[in-house]
């Protein structure tokens, strides 16, 4: 193992099953130098993220804390035959271990 | 307006759309002596319960604030015909005036 940090830190949740980013979670926390990691979600997607992190932290990671949550909003482009770009709503979580 | 406290100070957010909620926020907030309400939601609705943080604070409220938002599962009874409880993810988000 070298000490270059090369595992992200930061895991995109989107529409793959709950279980992908719950391994991702494992395996990043098991391979490399990381402390935390955040889960950074929009839209329905929000609702996995919350459903990993508990997951992760109920199942797998006993000693895993979720330290800081954020919401906010973000630009979408619009969907294609409309011209109105889309307000979405973005959540971070932070886990430690 | 006396000076019993009537306004719940908790809003469960289901499957309305998010206005709905946005506007019982509204409600609390203008008629009584409120100054936080926590939204409650659990699965699907945890992306609802974000939205309409979101919509309240960047449209409606500015100087709303959240101060807390807190994740967590519990326990659903067992579908119809299913004979396992199923665990569900919560949300709780803290607004302040």
Do not use: H
């Amino acid at each position: 193992m070298t000490t270059e940090k090369q595992q992200p830190d930061v895991i995109f949740v989107g529409n793959k099953p709950p279980m992908s980013y719950v391994l991702a979670i494992i395996t990043a926390f098991s391979t490399g130098d990381i402390k935390d990691i955040t889960l950074k979600a929009r839209g329905q997607a929000i609702t996995t993220a919350v459903d990993v992190a508990e997951i992760a932290r109920s199942r797998f990671i006993k000693e895993l804390k979720v330290t800081k949550i954020a919401i906010g909003t973000t630009e979408m482009p619009p969907r294609e035959g409309e011209n109105k770009a889309r307000m979405v709503s973005t959540i971070e979580i932070t886990l430690v271990k």
